[in-house]
Structures are given as C-alpha cells and as structure tokens.
C-alpha cells in the first residue's frame, strides 16, 4: 500500500506540473528563434521585449518558441541572444487589442577568434541540439546521449544509462544493476568500450569486455553508440563500439557541484543490510606469501569477514562530484577536472533452483530435476571514486596538444546469506529436512587507469596529422572470498515437531583471484583533403600498435569442520583442517593452467577516402587490415602438452557508408562492414576450473569471430532535440562463440567448454526512434526487433546414455523487443525539469543448457523510474532519482511445464506463476531513492 501511494504521488506531481502552463491570455506575442544558417530552434536563447519602461524576457522551449501573454496593446521592441550567437538586432512589434502576433527570430553563428586560435563557442555541447547535430554530420550510423540527457536520467552509472540507446539492453548484476551492455542482441563479447575514442583494457577475470557500471556517468559529455564502423575504428565491434566522450576543457570558467543522499526500500529493520569488515582479509594467498611449496595451516588464514559480519537497517547511500575548468593563457591553455564519488547500498532477495548436472528419462526424456532450492539475501555496498583531467595547450592555429588522465575504482562489499535445501525424506543420518546456512563475504577491487598524449597539426595547407600515445592498466583483485557452511538437520516426528536438531559437516573456504591487463598504444592518422575536379575529397590513412600484457592469478583453499563435529554457533571453537587429498600442501588449486601470462600485439593499418559522388551523396569507404599476435605461459609443468602456446592471425576489414541527404535535415544512410570479436583471454588459456554445475575448461584451439555487417537507415533532424530515425540491420557471423559440454573419459565426465559454432550464426532486425517537443512537453521513445538464429549441438537424455542432436536457438543474451519511453517536462520559466522513464527487455536466453530444450531464459523486464530536477536560486537546484517504481523482479524461467515435474521434486519447485514453464529463479529489489543539490557557476 505504501508504495502504491508513492507511486500516485510521484505521478500527481509529474500531471500538475505537466498541465500548469495551459491558460489563455489575451495580446500575445509568440514565436521561435531559430539557426539562420541551419533553420534548427535555439533551445534555451533568451528574448526580451520593452516598451517603455516596461521589460520582460523568457526563454524559448525545446522547440525554440517563446511567448508573452496578457500584454497591453502598442508597440513593442523585441529581440534575441543566445550564447555563441550575434544578438539579434531591434525589431519592432505593433499588436493591437485581443491580438496574437507571430515573430520569428533568426540568430547567425558567431567565433570567437584570438591569436590566430578559432575557439568555436562551447557552452552547447552538453544540449541534446548538440547530440542531434554530431548524428546528422556523423560519418556512420550512430545514437549519442547528450550530457543534458545523462544528468536528468535516474541512473547514476553509466551501466543504466546505456540501456535508454535504441536497440541497447543490459546484463544485470544480483542486485539489479547493470553491468554489460547488449547491442542489437549480441552479446557483451561482440562490443568494445572506447573513452575519447581510445580503446580501455577490461579488469574483468576472464573476458574482454568492460564492465560499464565502474563508470559514474556525471563524468561523460556523451554516450556514443556507433553501430557502423568506418576504416580508422577498431574493428573488434561486430556488435557496436561504446564510445565515452568524457567532459573536455572550456573555453570560459565553469564549476558544478553536486551532492546527494538516499536509500533502498529493501532495507528495514525486518531485512536489514549485513556488511563486514575488510580490514583483516589476506591481500595474498599463503602461497603468494610463502611460495608455492608451502604447507599452508588454518592459521594463516583470517576469517575476520565472517565472524565481523553486522546488521544495519536502512543505511544511508550517499554520491558528490564537482567539475572545474578554464582557460588561461589568453585562451591557450584550456584545464578541467572532474571527480566523482559514490557510496551506494543496494541488494536482493533471491529465490533459485538449481537442476541436476544431468536431466533424468522420467516422466519423459531430457526430464529437468533439481539439487538444490536456494533461498539467498544478497547484501552489496559499492563504493565508486572517478576522476579525469584534461589538459589541453594550443601553440597557434596549426598545433595543439592534451594529456587526458583517467582513474577509476570500485570496491565492492558483498555478503551472501543461503539458506539451501539439499534433499527431501530421511537421509542417511536418519534426520530430514537437510538445511545447508552458508555465508560468503566478498571484497572485490577493480581499478582502470588511462593516460592519453594527443596531438593535432596542420602540416600543409591541405594535409593533417593527429596522433596518440596511451597507457592503460585494469586491475581486479578479489583477495581471501571467503565460504562458511554447515548443515542444519532436524528430525522431525509424524507431527511435524522437531524432536532433535543438529549441525555439522562444517566447510570453509578461502579463495584468492588477482588479474592485471596493461596496454601500450601508438595510433597515428594523416589526412590529405585536395580538391579533384569541383570535388572536396579527404584521404586519410593510418594505424595503431598496441602491446597487452596480462597476469592471472587463481587459487582456493578448502577445509572442513568435520562431519561429526557439531556446530554451536561459535566459529572460532570448530577445529578446521584440510580435508586431504589435496596435492599435499593444503592448495587445493591443483590446475596450474588458471596461473598464466598472457601477451598480445597487435597491429593495424587502413585506408579510407571521403567525397561527393554528387551534390547530396557522400561516399565514404576504405579497408582496414588487422594482424594479431597472442602468446600465453602457464604454471603448468614443462611435460604439460599445452603449457604455453601461440596463436596469429590477420584480418582484412573493409567498408563502405552512404549518406543520401534528402534535405538539409534528412539522410538516408547505406552502410557495410566487416568487422572481428577476438575471445577472451580466460577462454584461450587451457584453464580447469569448478564452475556453478560444470567443471570449466579453455580451448586453445578457439577461432576468433569475424561477421559482414549492413545497415540502412533514415533519419529527420527537424530541429532542436527533435528527431526521426527509421533502421534495419543485418549480420552474418562466422565461428560465434558458444559454450558447449564436452566429454573427457565417458559421459559421466562432462566438462563446459568454449567453442566455434560451425554453422555461423544471423542477426538482423528494424529500429525506430523518435523523439518530440511540444512546448514544456516532450516524449522520446524508440523500439528495437531483433532475430538471431544458431544452430549448436545438444544433448537428449533418452536412456543413460545421452545422445547428440541439434537445435537451433536464438544467441544468447538476445531478446526480440526492446523499448524505451520517456515523458518529458521541462520549463525554464518555472526551473523545473522531470522525466518519467519506462524501458522494457523482452524474453532471452539467461543460460545456454548442454540438454536439449533445456535452456534458461529471463522472463520480459520492465522498469519504470522518475527523475527531476527544481532550480531553487539562480545557480542552485535540487533534483531526485527514483529507481524501479514497480518494484519489478528479475525472473528467469524454464520453457518445461512445472505440472510435469516428477513428483518427487514438487517442494522444490514453491510458488510457480506460469503454467507452461517453471520458475527456477526470483530476484525482489525494491524502490531506490536519491536527492540532492547541484550547483552550477
């Protein structure tokens, strides 16, 4: 009840501010303030109107218009100015009584120009008018969210925000927030994370890609998507490339600041948070301290983040940052910095069911039954810090140069509570009802610093010449996970009462996981733009060099309580001890392959060339070659077969992109690509590793995907914020990577195992987007239909020996409808902006099953959250961020009718809610809350 009546409030509020301005007055004076060059409205420039010694002034809407009612009949002086532009000259209004007079503005562009340096004015890049132009005048196809956009949106990360793109859903973490992008339905693997344009390493364990919720989004000036590569990109991005466009140097003094606090309705005194402490856990494994021929003990491990372990209710989550910048030097030199920090609770209840490793033949074949019914809490405190400068020195009109620095850091808190039923009757003890209470604390770091020396030069009237030099390194570190289990039996009589109770068979481990990815880059690209014919034609060529290197580290310990000793919640009186074989010195790691060092270089070259084939048609089109070196060492021994290995391939990448301009403000756009997704590096390294019902193993012999992309789209930029944009795409990919079970001694030693689909997959679907102001008003929404199609190898359990048939599916992580909805209101007369925002995933894949029909897919997500922000004084506001107003859940499913479960596993199975399918995991986040104060000089 209490939430359903803050959802009608939050709507009451949003209506009444929506309906304020609807009244009529008579003598009016309207119109709009428009580009004279362009025709596009100036959203934000300010009119004035006089008559003697009456003054009044407004600003014109996301439109451009303005107006001024309840006026006295005459003769009125009118006019316009808006940053970067020349202010409009006098005009003259005559209105006579019960009038309306229509009077449009025009507004030329103006530069700034200063020794020589043009500085265009920039005080618009953050507008969505800015991001609508960079999508008119792009080279490919490509969808930006402007600054403006990211600062009203109710997320906070740019994990969440990424999902408003067309065509763009995300992976979700335990507790609801997102950390992987999708694009057009392929997979997290298939995109690259760019900032400013420069690829970043991953501090993920195992994989390429970059997790988007380590960057706070108040950082960005915008959110590129570009779904079309051109020549001079990397061509890693069958999916798409994410492009950060952090906040870059002013050409005037500005300073914001922000500061906020919240809370998350999950939290109570009822289900409180549980947190731990860090500052006894074991940065280093007893091996990395000692050697590896060490003999490790129970004393040399702390279990501090289990015995520390306390409840709070209702803690408070907490974010600030501030930009500042300026230039000095009679404008040269132009500085910025921006720090961002965020202290933010959030969490989960959980409800799963785990199958059996393998399904049984009844009632009928490839029948799913389950081990396990889980019953989880999961209590995470993330703690973000960001920071970035850029510096930037232009010495004339030819040269300029900036050092760009990026920092960011995570440390994530996270206590899990499970409560597992692990079988149903008596069991060998002669108790029932087998309840397993586990309790993991995990602390995981993860860090991506980036430091980028660019230059741009002129060297000839027609020729240029821009260049990059780049350090990176991603860091994750995971130190001493650490797992507490017993068992809690009771016996029970024919009553139903409990006649004894006890605990036992105690485990405990201790788990250490260390990763490092460092890049060295060269890029370098030179553009000649002569003139053939009547033609302007820009030739560029270039490349880049990069060197990876990349450690992993990998071990667990893992000891017991005993079976018969009893637990008396008193962890520190359990006698632990390693429960032996292990490989003699307590490091029950005994795969050396999960110790590795892994090396990359790669390097690149293009040519690309740009030109009007006639009036309204550009051409741009080129290729790029790719050649790839890896190489990997192991710890393995050296009688190891694959204990090190080399891998090089190269890739010739080509493309072309059309832009047909209709009119001034429509293109129709014909592209095509070619483009690679190379695997992870945890993938290629021959790795043996116990995964959730599989063990994992690497495969060195993994092939690198490749795909030819295409894309057709229209666009309509009427003007302002405004805009239409139609699309279709395709892909044809070869050797996708999918996940498949493999046999090593029989079927009973099934392994999960990386591989190439030898069939190759598709992907194609449509777009729409469209966004309108009318006034104070606006709606943006856009939609998204994907298909893909891939055929692998499963396996249908028929007797007790499985047999291999095959089954085509669609790619995992790919839902056939995506969807987005904002409702807008924004009026600078009243200082207020609001947005209520809906986005909608529809049904995909969750998990691939090694069975036959077997595989698990998340029911369709929909969220919808609220944000606003109110101008107090004149550079103060206060703003809010509601997240999931519905209280929406987090449900995968799968496609096999509950009512034909064997019998024997209905309690595992509790409250089902769809008929036809099953319901084996629930996750309840609940409503978010964030409100604060930022100030703008």
């Not at 005009?91 to 043009?118: F, P, S, W």
């Not at 507790?175 to 970043?200: C, F, H, P, S, W």
Request: net charge neutral; hydrophobic share 35%.
């Amino acid at each position: 009840m209490k939430h359903n009546y803050l959802l009608l409030k939050l709507l009451s509020l949003f209506l009444c501010c929506l309906f304020w301005s609807f009244s009529t007055f008579a003598q009016t004076i309207r119109g709009k303030v428009f580009d004279s060059k362009t025709g596009e409205p100036l959203v934000g420039a300010t009119v004035k109107i006089e008559r003697g010694s009456f003054k009044q002034a407004t600003s014109a809407k996301l439109d451009g218009s303005y107006s001024f009612k309840n006026l006295q009949p005459g003769t009125y002086k009118i006019d316009a100015k808006f940053i970067g532009y020349n202010e409009s000259k006098d005009d003259v209004v005559n209105i006579n009584e019960g009038a309306t007079v229509t009077q449009n503005i025009l507004l030329q562009d103006a530069n700034t120009q200063v020794n020589e340096v043009v500085i265009a004015g920039s005080a618009n890049k953050a507008t969505d008018r800015s991001a609508r132009t960079l999508e008119r005048n792009a080279n490919s196809v490509i969808n930006i969210l402007s600054q403006n956009t990211i600062q009203l949106l109710p997320d906070v990360t740019v994990g969440n925000a990424i999902q408003r793109v067309s065509g763009v859903s995300i992976q979700r973490t335990s507790t609801g927030e997102g950390r992987y992008a999708i694009i057009r339905g392929m997979d997290q693997r298939y995109n690259n994370t760019l900032v400013n344009g420069i690829k970043i390493p991953s501090p993920d364990d195992r994989y390429r890609f970059v997790p988007m919720d380590i960057f706070p989004s108040e950082m960005l000036e915008r959110l590129e998507v570009v779904k079309a590569l051109t020549p001079n990109m990397e061509g890693d991005a069958i999916g798409g490339s994410m492009n950060l466009v952090m906040k870059s140097a002013p050409d005037r003094f500005i300073f914001d600041a922000n500061l906020s606090g919240g809370f998350s309705t999950l939290f109570s005194s009822s289900r409180p948070f549980t947190s731990f402490s860090s500052s006894g856990i074991n940065k280093n494994s007893p091996a990395q301290i000692n050697g590896n021929d060490y003999a490790a003990t129970f004393k040399d491990f702390n279990s501090s983040a289990i015995t520390s372990n306390k409840q709070l209710s209702n803690p408070v989550s907490s974010t600030a940052g501030f930009t500042i910048g300026d230039r000095f030097l009679d404008k040269k030199l132009g500085v910025i910095l921006s720090a961002s920090y965020q202290n933010i609770y959030r969490g989960s209840n959980s409800k799963e069911l785990t199958p059996n490793a393998a399904p049984t033949i009844v009632p009928a074949p490839n029948s799913p039954q389950f081990s396990d019914s889980y019953d989880r809490t999961y209590s995470t405190q993330t703690q973000r810090v960001g920071l970035h400068t850029k510096i930037d020195y232009i010495f004339d009109k030819n040269n300029k140069i900036s050092l760009y620095n990026l920092y960011l850091h995570t440390n994530e808190y996270q206590s899990r509570q499970t409560s597992d039923t692990l079988g149903l009757g008596l069991n060998s003890t002669g108790l029932s009802k087998q309840i397993t209470i586990s309790n993991r604390s995990t602390f995981t770091q993860q860090t991506v610093y980036n430091a980028t020396l660019q230059g741009n030069h002129r060297l000839a009237d027609k020729l240029d010449f821009d260049w990059d030099g780049v350090y990176s390194i991603a860091k994750r570190n995971q130190p001493d996970r650490t797992d507490f289990s017993y068992d809690a039996n009771n016996a029970v009589n024919s009553a139903g009462e409990v006649t004894a109770s006890v605990k036992n068979n105690m485990a405990l481990s201790h788990h250490w996981e260390n990763n490092t990815d460092k890049d060295i880059a060269g890029y370098g690209n030179l553009k000649y733009s002569p003139k053939i014919g009547n033609t302007d034609v820009e030739f560029a060529l270039g490349g880049l060099y990069r060197h990876k290197t990349r450690d992993a580290y990998y071990a667990t310990y893992d000891l017991t309580g005993g079976k018969a000793t009893l637990y008396n919640n008193n962890f520190d009186a359990v006698p632990f001890y390693f429960n032996l074989p292990s490989d003699g010195i307590g490091n029950n790691n005994k795969d050396k392959s999960n110790n590795y060092a892994f090396k990359e270089d790669i390097n690149a070259e293009y040519v690309q060339a740009k030109f009007k084939l006639f009036d309204r048609l550009q051409v741009l089109g080129g290729v790029r070659i790719e050649n790839t070196l890896q190489s990997y060492n192991t710890e393995q021994p050296l009688t190891y077969s694959q204990k090190n290995g080399t891998i090089s391939y190269t890739d010739v990448l080509p493309s072309l992109h059309l832009n047909y301009s209709l009119s001034d403000l429509q293109n129709l756009r014909l592209s095509y690509y070619a483009a690679i997704s190379r695997p992870g590096f945890g993938e290629i390294v021959p790795y043996n590793i116990d995964g959730e019902y599989y063990k994992q193993i690497g495969n060195p012999n993994l092939k690198h995907s490749t795909s030819n992309n295409y894309d057709l789209r229209y666009e309509l930029f009427p003007g302002g914020a405004d805009q239409l944009l139609l699309g279709s795409f395709y892909k044809n990919i070869q050797d996708p990577i999918e996940y498949f079970v493999v046999t090593n001694g029989g079927p009973s030693a099934l392994f999960v195992q990386p591989g190439n689909a030898q069939g190759g997959a598709t992907n194609y679907g449509f777009e729409a987007l469209v966004t309108k102001y009318f006034g104070v008003f606006g709606v943006s929404a856009n939609y998204t239909y994907t298909h893909s199609s891939i055929t692998t190898d499963k396996l249908l359990k028929i007797d007790n020996s499985p047999i291999v048939v095959q089954q085509t599916r669609s790619l995992q992580g790919q839902a056939a409808s995506v969807a987005n909805a904002s409702f807008l209101f924004k009026s600078q007369k009243l200082g207020l902006d609001m947005q209520l925002a809906y986005v909608y995933t529809g049904e995909r894949i969750a998990q691939v099953s090694t069975y036959y029909n077997l595989d698990f897919y998340y029911h369709p997500f929909s969220q919808l959250d609220f944000s606003f922000e109110k101008k107090i004084v004149n550079r103060l506001s206060f703003y809010g961020k509601v997240n999931n107003l519905t209280n929406t859940a987090n449900k995968i499913y799968l496609k096999y009718p509950h009512a034909d479960i064997d019998s024997k596993q209905q309690e595992f199975l509790g409250k089902q809610d769809i008929s036809g399918q099953t319901l084996v995991q629930s996750d309840y986040y609940k409503v978010s809350f964030l409100g604060g104060f930022r100030y703008k000089f």
